[in-house]
């Protein structure tokens, strides 16, 4: 059974920058999208930033300019730069990954939390 593991949550202030990585816990063939996803208290799970296996990104319009994400193909990881944190990025981040045979791995998700 494949676990996605992620890490990097926390509290952090507005203005500040945190970084998510999400691991896999043993190798997946052909990961095809890596993304990131959140959801926050009484509302629906969003897309934050995607990935695919040739670089190609798409990110949320309310993350455009201060989030970004890269792969390491060779460590089956993603990563999610965030930048000029705001309070409504607060939420559960869960990374997601999308493979051969159009498996959908989803990680346990990490609290990142705005607020001063």
């Known amino acids: 059974q494949v676990q996605l593991v992620e890490s990097g949550g926390g509290l952090v202030q507005p203005g500040g920058s945190l970084r998510l990585s999400c691991s896999a816990s043993?190798?997946?063939?052909?990961?095809?999208?890596m993304g990131w996803y959140r959801q926050a208290p009484a509302k629906q799970r969003d897309l934050v930033a995607t990935?695919?296996?040739?670089?190609?990104?798409n990110f949320a319009d309310s993350v455009k300019g201060r989030f970004t994400i890269s792969r390491d193909n060779a460590k089956n990881t993603v990563y999610l730069q965030m930048n000029n944190l705001k309070p409504e990025d607060t939420a559960v981040y869960y990374c997601?990954?999308?493979?051969?045979?159009?498996?959908?791995?989803w990680g346990r998700g990490t609290q990142v939390t705005v607020s001063s």
């Open positions: 043993r190798s997946i063939f052909n990961i095809y999208t």
């Open positions: 990935i695919t296996n040739g670089g190609r990104t």
């Open positions: 997601n990954f999308y493979a051969l045979g159009a498996v959908n791995y």
